[in-house]
């Protein structure tokens, strides 16, 4: 979504939301003035409209601060797109298994909060009407699915701790060599082998189903792909070598749909947790501006 229509369409969330609040705590209104429930439930769900509504907007705000600060650093540096399409650090990467708990857990928070409502009006109300008692527990299923993802995520980083990937240049160029290494620290010195896979991804916004049932979905496609087995080399690192085409897409992490690479390392080898974690590489196009 557009920062603007975002901005917009978060308001639309907050403003009521807040007004819930209000009647809830009694700044407004008469919260017993026609109320068919414990005032609990009413201040959940104003909760849920505000966060929404103030995600929303952040979101928008924060589109509209990135593009911004994108723009002027794209008018100075028109040919050079990594200093303006991603914040990147030109020795390395970590890997994204702490955006992955912290986003999980989020989801989770808000899915059991968002469902509160309904929980009480299956179980608890005096009418206690069936479809309310089922449906929510299927979305309760889905948040025991993403809490365990998430319980594999911290395991890995519990065993592993936060790996940082180390660029030998900086930036990838199309038609030479990705060249990195993964340092082999605590029980990652006891991994084996590894397996490399660099791929560029195309996110697509399509249109999904018919009528009403009609959405738009992120697709991701790989438009080029290539993995390694790798083993520690004398210094001890993993150590990794893809040699790119001339025609190598250009990095657009910037851009929506974007378009990004990145590297996936995974290892089996090892009893309990096993490493996996993906790092966004940066490649781009030589020469000349991404478009």
Same mark, same amino acid.
């Given at each position: 979504?557009?920062?603007?229509?975002? *901005?917009?369409?978060?308001?639309?969330?907050?403003?009521?939301?807040?007004?819930?609040?209000?009647?809830?705590?009694?700044?407004?209104?008469?919260?017993?003035?026609?109320?068919?429930?414990?005032?609990?439930?009413?201040?959940?769900?104003?909760?849920?409209?505000?966060?929404?509504?103030?995600?929303?907007?952040? &979101?928008?705000?924060?589109?509209?601060?990135? #593009?911004?600060?994108?723009?002027?650093?794209? %008018?100075?540096?028109?040919?050079? !797109?990594?200093?303006?399409?991603?914040?990147?650090?030109?020795?390395?990467?970590?890997?994204?298994?702490?955006?992955?708990?912290?986003?999980?857990?989020?989801? =989770?928070?808000?899915?059991?909060?968002?469902?509160?409502?309904?929980?009480?009006?299956?179980?608890?109300?005096?009418? %206690?009407?069936?479809?309310?008692? *089922?449906?929510?527990?299927?979305?309760?299923?889905?948040? $025991?699915?993403?809490?365990?993802?998430?319980?594999?995520?911290?395991?890995?980083?519990?065993?592993?701790?936060?790996?940082?990937?180390?660029?030998?240049?900086?930036?990838?160029?199309?038609?030479?060599?990705?060249? =990195?290494? /993964? !340092? @082999?620290?605590?029980?990652?010195?006891?991994?084996?082998?590894?397996?490399?896979?660099?791929?560029?991804?195309?996110?697509?916004?399509?249109?999904?189903?018919?009528?009403?049932? @009609?959405?738009?979905?992120?697709?991701?496609?790989? $438009?080029?792909? #290539? &993995?390694?087995?790798?083993?520690?080399? @004398?210094?001890?690192?993993?150590?990794?070598?893809?040699?790119?085409?001339?025609?190598?897409?250009?990095?657009?992490?910037?851009?929506?749909?974007?378009?990004?690479?990145? /590297?996936?390392?995974?290892?089996?080898?090892?009893?309990?947790?096993?490493? #996996?974690?993906?790092?966004?590489? !940066?490649?781009?196009? #030589?020469? +000349?501006?991404? +478009?």
């Amino acid at each position: 979504m557009r920062p603007v229509p975002a *901005i917009v369409f978060g308001s639309f969330f907050a403003l009521p939301g807040a007004l819930v609040l209000l009647v809830a705590f009694g700044v407004v209104g008469d919260l017993n003035a026609g109320r068919h429930g414990p005032p609990w439930v009413i201040e959940v769900v104003g909760l849920i409209f505000l966060g929404v509504g103030l995600w929303i907007v952040w &979101t928008g705000v924060e589109t509209m601060r990135v #593009r911004r600060r994108a723009t002027e650093l794209q %008018r100075h540096f028109p040919s050079e !797109p990594w200093r303006w399409d991603y914040p990147w650090s030109e020795t390395g990467i970590a890997d994204r298994s702490g955006a992955g708990i912290v986003r999980g857990l989020v989801v =989770v928070a808000f899915l059991e909060l968002f469902l509160t409502p309904f929980h009480w009006v299956g179980w608890f109300s005096p009418e %206690r009407p069936l479809p309310f008692r *089922i449906f929510p527990l299927l979305f309760d299923a889905a948040a $025991l699915g993403v809490l365990w993802y998430t319980g594999i995520l911290v395991a890995r980083r519990r065993r592993f701790g936060r790996t940082v990937l180390d660029f030998e240049r900086f930036p990838f160029l199309a038609g030479s060599t990705v060249a =990195v290494s /993964l !340092p @082999r620290f605590g029980q990652l010195a006891l991994v084996p082998r590894l397996t490399a896979t660099l791929r560029c991804v195309q996110e697509r916004y399509e249109e999904r189903g018919s009528g009403d049932d @009609r959405s738009t979905q992120i697709v991701y496609y790989a $438009l080029w792909s #290539r &993995t390694l087995d790798v083993e520690p080399s @004398r210094r001890g690192a993993f150590e990794m070598r893809f040699d790119l085409p001339d025609d190598a897409p250009s990095s657009e992490l910037s851009a929506r749909p974007a378009r990004f690479w990145e /590297l996936e390392l995974a290892s089996g080898d090892l009893p309990g947790a096993d490493y #996996r974690a993906t790092f966004l590489a !940066p490649v781009y196009a #030589r020469g +000349r501006a991404a +478009r």
